[in-house]
């Protein structure tokens, strides 16, 4: 993500909930990222240029940013490093995932200090804000990965009405233009879109994106 989050914290949602919330999110991207094969990784992405394999780089980079941050090690810019995947891509992620929600869960309070370097480099932000923009930035990218794969993705309507407010709270400036931006301009939605189509388009994500179709039936968390 190199978005400004400012903002980016969900105003109604308590830290404990917030906390329980982001947990839910990267586990949800994690069921979906277990059904990648390496015949996926070139595959076409709604991230504007990134293949799977680009942006299971980027997803497992930010975990180990952010569960650095959460340790008091954010400035360290060995743990934001975008690396090339493994023989094992599926299995890094899952393992960076369950170090970002372990990291969370032992957060102080609201107010501790994150170091985010990608988004300032001189100050810090508190923690519910945090943990609020990995949050979203984890109900969008599993979007991004179940469109890609063309599965389902249906997340609890209590995370999404936590995460829209958080969508909302995202600057709509021109840092989405940036290369590498992970959100781009901001879409309007339709008037009768639900929860989730209202936060895609928020962040810049069409709904009706379709990727080339797999060649194959999916099963478990089902097919769009």
């Not at 996926?40 to 240029?49: I, Q, V």
């Not at 009768?192 to 099963?219: C, F, K, N, Y």
């Amino acid at each position: 993500m190199h978005t400004n989050p400012a903002g980016a914290s969900a105003p109604h949602t308590d830290f404990a909930d917030l906390r329980r919330l982001h947990a839910q999110a990267v586990r949800d991207s994690v069921t979906l990222v277990q059904r990648v094969t390496s015949g996926d990784l070139s595959r076409p992405t709604p991230c504007s240029a990134w293949t799977l394999a680009d942006l299971l780089a980027h997803m497992t980079a930010q975990h180990h940013g952010f569960a650095a941050a959460a340790r008091g090690e954010g400035r360290e810019s060995v743990h934001w490093a975008v690396r090339p995947l493994g023989t094992d891509p599926v299995g890094e992620y899952t393992a960076a995932a369950g170090k970002v929600i372990a990291a969370f869960a032992i957060v102080e309070g609201p107010d501790q200090a994150f170091a985010l370097p990608e988004f300032s480099a001189g100050r810090t932000f508190r923690a519910a804000r945090a943990i609020g923009f990995h949050l979203i930035d984890y109900v969008v990218h599993s979007w991004d990965v179940a469109r890609t794969l063309g599965l389902a993705y249906t997340p609890a309507p209590e995370l999404l009405r936590a995460a829209l407010p958080i969508a909302r709270a995202v600057p709509n400036d021109d840092s989405r233009l940036a290369p590498g931006s992970a959100f781009r301009p901001g879409l309007t939605a339709d008037e009768d879109a639900d929860t989730l189509e209202q936060i895609l388009a928020a962040l810049g994500r069409s709904p009706r994106w379709r990727g080339p179709e797999r060649g194959e039936v999916a099963h478990g968390v089902g097919r769009h």
